[in-house]
């Protein structure tokens, strides 16, 4: 039994990417472990939002994490704003946090590409995320492999912190899976799936209808060999729509490509998209029955009071280990 932590960003869509690569696990950790899952609010407005938006995309995720499976009788489920204490260990560790470790961070890299005028938000980013961690005194984070540098960093805060001041910090460690670690992009398959993709065809929604994710699976870019085979190097669109499919089966990619062996990519991408469309519809059935409910707003309130009960008391040794 170890403590848990992870969360996802209310940024609108929530792509399969999102859910492969870590709602699934949050899932299959739930039960024999103390987990946190947050909706990351506060890290979504590193980048401006509509506040409606914004309210709406914290409920759709909250909907999205119950749909998926995720049960508040065995996980804490909150929204990250409602516990104050992270944004003020936030800034606690912003200030332990070195401005040359933060720039070479590469989400920040991608993300700002030299523009001086990109949000601070986007900057400090990790010093939030690293809160979000060390305030459970977690000790795995399931997350998809972008994150792994994040969390090398939150490591490198703990371990100051504990030189600096008193042994407050728990060491945490990224739990990445061997498979679904990075999906890509339909469109652009040596790219990660990613909901801030310009092209809407690169990405799957959680919440895309069957049709849609029928022809977005077809017109998936793939390569002229024919062969359907798993080589990330040279087929990387054909080697994502066999990850994606044996995630959304648990048929091992070794099985599936024997029984693809005399097939072809029209074939194929029919049954990865039938797999896809399996997989989502009971989520989003019971998505649709869930998002308008009360027992929503039920759920986030106990959550909230379970996490801030840790959280507070975690905070207040913190405060008092740096003298504040
Ligand atoms: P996004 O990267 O879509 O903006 P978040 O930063 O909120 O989403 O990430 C939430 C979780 O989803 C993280 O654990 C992240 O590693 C995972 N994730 C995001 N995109 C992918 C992807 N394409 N493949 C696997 N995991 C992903
Ligand atoms: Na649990």
Known sequence: MATIFSGIKPTGVVTLGN??????????LQDDNNAYYCIVDLHS??????????MNNTRKLAALYLASGLDPEKATIFVQSEVKAHAQLGWMLTCIAGMGELGRMTQYKDKSQGNENVGAGLFVYPTLMASDILLYNTELVPVGDDQKQHIELTRDLAERF??????TFTMPEPLIQKEG???????NPVKKMSK????AKGYISMLDEPN????KIKSAVTD???VISFDRENKPGISNLLEIYSLSTGTSIDDLVKQYENSNYGT???DVAEAVVALLEPIQARYHELIDSPELDEILDAGRAKAETVANKNLAKIEKAMGL
């Open 162 to 167: 504990n030189k600096r001041y008193y042994e």
């Open 45 to 54: 407005i590193t980048v401006q939002l509509d506040r409606v938006e914004l």
């Open 181 to 187: 670690a990075r999906i890509m992009s339909l469109t």
């Open 212 to 215: 849609v994710i029928r022809k």
């Open 224 to 226: 002229s060999s024919g």
């Open 19 to 28: 859910y492969l690569g870590a709602m699934k696990q949050f899932v299959d």
């Open 268 to 270: 194929f991408k029919q």
């Open 196 to 199: 801030s993709d310009t092209n």
